[in-house]
């Protein structure tokens, strides 16, 4: 095997002397060095409107790419890294990147409050359209940045999802299928993987900057919207979100979120011209099954409302962006559960959507209708399929387990919003939108004004958005670490209390 | 003494069963189970003519009804298979063939005529208030209190003690010639993963655990009386709807009608006792208490009322506006009604303490969370129950694990005991499927005009057979002024759904679809 693929397989890496292997400081170095590249034309802008909040910007996205490309020297793969690595390195990177988004809100003087930076931090990163800044007082440069930021939490949950979770999570619901052959495949090794994923997830913002300009929506809006409707992050410039933009930036996002929500894979192959694979996608069409349902639920139960407004907000719904071009919270109650239940579900796996995800619903659907047929004959002998390949019977197992957390965090969440004086209904809401990824929710309004929650409402929010950008495992796994922790701490303290007995 | 061989003996149970007729499973079931729902209202007919003498001739020309019906079923019918869909459609046939027939008494009687009301409106808030007697839920459709006599009133908390226990369960203690699969019967109707078997005989589980169900009725009821206020009326009425926690009450304020800490004492006792898995009742009444000991359900399960009363009370104290004591005895309450799948209200008017829809929104969720969970196994309480949650939790976290360790071989435990495999699987099918159940619900009730927070609550509390909703359908309020018709049918459906466990409901045309199948290929 030539020295070449060996790199390309991060089996060994040329030109090395002291390196080391950590899946956690090369996870950290590439994000922070794609923020750092994405920070300085956005600092460059800004010192235009005010030389010093551009200066921090400009220092930030220093910072970020010495600290990227310095990680990224020191750095040669050994070992394949374990799962628990992975995990905890994904959790670690976010860790940074919301600090890191948190210094550049501060010193910038957007705002003053640490709690207010913060949240926005998560917010962005984590590709939640809840903000606790008035979008239409932001300079420039600083909704370049925070276009930024949703741009580069999308990108590390792709990398995440489609390179390096597959690695060492073979075969488990957590990790998207439809790979196909190994020469076909959109990731055959990390660093092809990576290089696809970010060409294809680039290649999709500047068709969608471009479209966005073609309807006249102008270059600063146009690059920001491309970045926060292709990462589904949903930030805007608006204080209505998308409902003052006309018919023109309204279809071009609706037809970017729903690309937005498809799975990479699926992307892959139509690049490839594999029209067949494509065609044969269960899970694309019961995203798009989900979507129509849904629009054609909003226009049966809301007077007034168009097609185009609705088929915007069950595209926004079901790949989690959470814009809006219209005031959803005014619709019927049934509208509001159907995109309610959407949201809930959320994109195709692979995606930059967040949510249950459709695969897993699906299965999980599956399994539901197994086990009644089990009542009937507890010997019976049933599969259930995911794109055509049966998911062995322990990882079914393991996806019910998985749903059991994804619901018991939204109602963890939703306790401790309603703790803060919020509605039940809101509550409900909030936590589940914020879970997915989406973040607008009845009390928050369409746009995600997160001010009408506390300051503390919002700091509880921020775990939650968290752990939904990454299908919730780093969060849990760092709780059952914590738990396994206060075992064995106890064990010990026990086994020390009988020695000195 | 002649010495029967293995085949002769099938032999001999097939001949007694062939005495001509239709072998029919379900048919037979149902028929037993309509002669004793008949007995109820003919009692209950009993005293009203003994009292108010309103509805006398309702709850008799209904008896009578239905008892023709159920002894013509039973005469003309012998049990069939036992096999798994037979079961489950004998039960869910049962309860529906029961819902109906039950809201004939409020039809005749003509409880829900307020004056210009249309027959179909009547029709619907009977066949409501039956679904809600029978699977305990205790939601109602009744405006006015003062319409049906205390005999009529006596069915309503009646129906609500058949069905705590379970007229299926009832029909296996009394009547062990059944012949088929009396623990696949009991296992379908009771609240619970599986039957705890008493003794080796199906037929004396039953009967001790109707036994033990009975004696706690009569104790409520007793102490009810032995304290100031209730009648022995409202002693009996109340004690039949607190042992099978149905929630029901003679009165429009429920429990709020005494403004009495003692009698919420009592029925707080009662209803947590009726919440606890009635196995370790039985083993208690015969000396045996090591039962209450020895059980994890049993200890989460106060350990979860007592941290949710001390959370409501915190909440309605520190943050709600409430005096401690206020606090105190609102929390405590509705955290056992709810917490026991009960229902009973103490809310004294729309605006009181007991009236938990004006509650801080936390202190709601709380009740929310209780709906969700219900209490123990074996108990006459509705919701997921406490073991699965516990047994789903564990599972949750072995999953989580598996993520970081995915060949460590981690085994889900209840207590110190490892859970099978087949389960937790069944658990998390049931699970994913209340799920899916709950979605759905919400989607038609929200469709059918009711707003979120009201479907929310109708369908948790529907599923989980609690009785009061959220909202607009909160403990004072009634479902018929709440819920459109089609919505309170749904919502009808969904109190059946809830306390047969889902499955039975699910797959009883499974049944009927196999025989149409059988006789057409």
Not at chain 2, 240 to 262: E, M, N, Q, R
Request: glycine share 12%; aromatic share 8%.
């Amino acid at each position: 095997m030539s020295r070449t693929r060996l790199a390309d397989e991060g089996v060994v890496s040329l030109g090395a002397k002291r390196r080391v292997d950590s899946f956690n400081r090369l996870a950290i170095a590439d994000a922070l060095l794609t923020l750092g590249v994405l920070t300085l034309p956005a600092g460059i802008v800004e010192c235009f409107d005010d030389l010093s909040h551009g200066l921090v910007l400009l220092i930030g996205g220093g910072i970020g790419i010495g600290i990227g490309v310095s990680g990224r020297r020191t750095y040669q793969r050994r070992h394949r890294p374990t799962a628990a690595r992975v995990v905890g390195g994904l959790a670690a990177t976010w860790a940074v990147l919301v600090v890191f988004g948190t210094g550049i809100y501060l010193l910038s003087g957007v705002t003053s409050n640490p709690a207010t930076a913060l949240f926005e931090s998560a917010s962005g990163f984590s590709t939640t359209s809840l903000t606790a800044l008035d979008p239409t007082e932001l300079s420039a440069g600083m909704q370049l940045f925070r276009g930024a930021t949703q741009w580069v939490g999308a990108l590390v949950g792709l990398l995440a999802g489609i390179v390096a979770l597959p690695g060492v999570l073979r075969g488990s619901v957590h990790v998207p299928v439809g790979q196909g052959r190994r020469l076909d495949r959109l990731a055959p090794g990390p660093v092809t993987g990576r290089r696809r994923v970010l060409a294809i997830y680039a290649g999709l913002t500047a068709l969608c900057g471009l479209a966005y300009g073609a309807t006249g929506m102008g270059l600063e809006n146009s690059i920001v919207h491309a970045m926060t409707t292709v990462s589904t992050g949903g930030f805007t410039n608006r204080i209505d979100s998308f409902a003052s933009y006309g018919a023109g930036p309204q279809i071009v996002a609706t037809v970017f979120m729903t690309i937005a929500g498809m799975s990479y894979f699926v992307i892959w192959w139509i690049i490839r011209g594999q029209r067949r694979r494509f065609m044969r996608s269960t899970e694309l069409w019961l995203y798009l099954a989900m979507i129509l349902s849904a629009t054609i639920a909003i226009l049966l139960a809301t007077d007034g409302v168009g097609l185009r407004h609705a088929l915007f907000q069950s595209a926004s719904a079901a790949s989690t962006t959470g814009l809006a071009s219209a005031d959803w919270t005014v619709f019927p109650s049934s509208a509001l559960a159907v995109l309610l239940i959407t949201t809930a579900t959320g994109a195709m796996g692979a995606s930059a959507g967040g949510g249950l995800r459709v695969a897993r619903a699906g299965a999980l659907v599956a399994y539901a209708q197994r086990e009644m047929r089990r009542q009937l004959d507890p010997h019976v002998v049933t599969v259930v399929k995911r794109e055509g390949t049966v998911v062995a019977d322990d990882e079914l197992e393991r996806l019910t387990g998985y749903q059991i957390a994804h619901v018991g965090i939204c109602a963890i969440g939703a306790f401790l919003l309603a703790t803060t004086g919020v509605d039940i209904v809101s509550s409900l809401w909030t936590a589940i939108s914020a879970v997915s990824t989406a973040g607008p929710s009845p009390i928050t309004g369409p746009a995600g004004d997160a001010t009408n929650l506390t300051a503390v409402g919002r700091l509880l929010l921020i775990p939650g958005m968290l752990a939904g950008r990454l299908t919730i495992l780093p969060l849990l796994a760092a709780i059952v670490g914590l738990l396994q922790a206060k075992d064995h701490v106890l064990r010990r303290v026990k086994r020390t209390v009988r020695r000195v007995r | 003494m002649k010495i029967f061989r293995p085949l002769e003996i099938r032999r001999a149970t097939e001949l007694h069963h062939d005495r001509g007729g239709i072998h029919s499973t379900p048919l037979h079931v149902m028929g037993i189970a309509l002669v004793f729902v008949s007995v109820g209202m003919l009692l209950s007919g009993v005293i009203e003519l003994g009292s108010t003498n309103r509805d006398t001739a309702a709850l008799f020309i209904s008896g009578i009804i239905t008892l023709v019906l159920g002894a013509l079923l039973w005469w003309a019918t012998r049990p069939g298979s036992a096999r798994a869909r037979d079961v489950f459609a004998a039960v869910g046939w049962t309860w529906i063939v029961i819902t109906l027939l039950g809201a004939l008494p409020f039809v005749l009687a003509g409880t829900f005529d307020l004056g210009g009301t249309s027959m179909t409106e009547q029709i619907v808030n009977s066949i409501f208030e039956s679904a809600s007697g029978y699977s305990c839920t205790g939601s109602t459709a009744l405006q006015n209190f003062d319409i049906p006599g205390r005999g009529l009133l006596m069915y309503r908390q009646a129906t609500q003690w058949y069905g705590g226990m379970g007229i299926v369960v009832l029909a296996v203690a009394v009547l062990p010639f059944l012949g088929v699969g009396g623990l696949d019967l009991m296992t379908a109707e009771a609240p619970g993963p599986s039957s705890d078997r008493l003794t080796p005989r199906i037929s004396e589980t039953a009967k001790r655990l109707w036994a033990t169900y009975a004696v706690l009725t009569i104790a409520v009821g007793i102490a009810l009386f032995a304290v100031p206020g209730p009648s022995l009326y409202d002693g009996l009425a109340h004690g039949l709807t607190t042992a099978s926690t149905g929630g029901f009450s003679p009165y429009s304020k429920s429990i709020g009608h005494y403004d009495s800490v003692l009698v919420e004492a009592v029925i707080i006792i009662g209803m947590v006792i009726g919440g606890m898995n009635f196995a370790h009742h039985w083993r208690a009444l015969q000396g045996r208490f090591a039962g209450y000991g020895n059980d994890p359900e049993l200890r989460t399960y106060l350990v979860m009322l007592g941290a949710c009363t001390g959370l409501v009370v915190g909440l309605l104290w520190l943050d709600g506006g409430f005096g401690f004591g206020e606090a105190f005895r609102a929390g405590i309450f509705n955290v056992a009604a709810l917490g026991t799948s009960t229902g009973f209200g103490n809310a004294t008017g729309d605006i009181s303490n007991g009236n938990f829809v004006l509650w801080v929104p936390a202190a709601q969720m709380v009740l929310l969370f209780l709906m969700v969970v219900g209490a123990c196994t074996g108990s006459t309480s509705g919701g997921i129950k406490v073991m699965r949650v516990q047994v789903l939790v564990g599972h949750s976290i072995r999953s989580i694990r598996h993520t970081q360790q995915p060949r460590a071989v981690i085994p889900v435990r209840h207590g110190s005991h490892a859970v099978s495999e087949d389960i937790v699987s069944r658990m998390a099918g049931f699970f994913v499927l209340y799920l899916l159940l709950v979605l759905s619900g919400i989607v038609i009730l929200t469709g059918l005009g009711a707003g979120l927070v009201e479907a929310i609550g109708a369908i948790v509390g529907s599923l989980g057979n609690m009785g009061p909703a959220l909202g607009e359908a909160g403990p004072t309020a009634s479902f018929s002024t709440a819920f459109s018709q089609p919505a309170r049918l749904v919502i009808s459906l969904f109190m059946i759904i809830g306390r047969l466990e889902i499955f039975p409901m699910m797959l009883m045309f499974a049944a009927p679809a196999r025989a149409l199948r059988d006789r057409f290929s």
